[in-house]
Structure formats: C-alpha cells, structure tokens
C-alpha cells in the first residue's frame, strides 16, 4: 500500500488444521456478500500449518459486521475443533505476487485482566505465490 492509499481493514479467518475447501467456503461467500468487502487473500504461515483467508473491507464496520456474521457461522458448526479462529485486522503491507509475506496488525479480544496486549504484528505469506514472470 502506497502513503496515498486508504487502510484496509480485515476479518481474518484461521482454519484448524485440515480443514476442507468445502469447510472454506461458507466463510469464503458470507464475506464476498457483506457490503464493504474489497478482495480476498489466501494466506499461510509455519509451512502450511496455518491457512488463512485474509477478506479486506472499506471500514472497520463493515470489518466488525463480517466477523459477527461469521461467528454466527462458527457457532453452527459442530465441534469447536472444526471451526476457524476469526479476529480484526490492520492491513500494514499487502504481500507482492512473488510470495513477499502480507504483514498485518492483528486483533483479540484481551484476555489479561490488566487489558494486557491486544495486538500484535504478523507476517503471512500467499498460499499460492506466482512464479511465472511471463
């Protein structure tokens, strides 16, 4: 993202491990239609043992809006292993087509009583880098 750029906020959606395409795509549609939505990343980390959908919105509230809808979603799958762990993010840096990582401000819930920290930087690739120039 250029200095001249908005910021583009994210619901991100972390697959457990094993997760099927067909257990991708309810999540994968529920963000295309929300109103806001700009584009999706597919993203991973640790050598595949993190997939990631990465759907960038306008604003925060269309972000905020995403993630409810899809808690919902989550909440009707059975088995808590089986669904996806959802947060807010902060695009920094979108990843380039050569596999450079996308580095995101990631956001939780605080869990210290204190407030502790809420969030973090985090550094994902594409799951599918393009290695043909031409």
Not at 31 to 60: I, M, N, S, W
């Amino acid at each position: 993202m250029s200095m001249g750029e908005r910021a583009l906020y994210a619901l991100l959606i972390e697959y457990p491990p094993g997760a099927t395409l067909a257990g991708r795509w309810p999540y994968r549609d529920l963000a295309r239609a929300q109103p806001g939505y700009r584009k999706r990343r597919e993203l991973h980390a640790g050598d595949y043992r993190r997939l990631v959908d990465l759907c960038l919105f306008a604003t925060d509230a269309d972000a905020a809006a995403a993630l409810a809808r899809a808690e919902r979603l989550a909440a009707a799958v059975e088995g808590p292993a089986a669904r996806p762990a959802l947060e807010l993010a902060l695009l920094v840096r979108e990843g380039d087509a050569l596999g450079g990582p996308t580095e995101l401000l990631r956001r939780t819930r605080a869990v210290a009583p204190n407030g502790g920290q809420v969030c973090w930087r985090d550094r994902l690739y594409p799951a599918a880098p393009v290695t043909e120039l031409w």
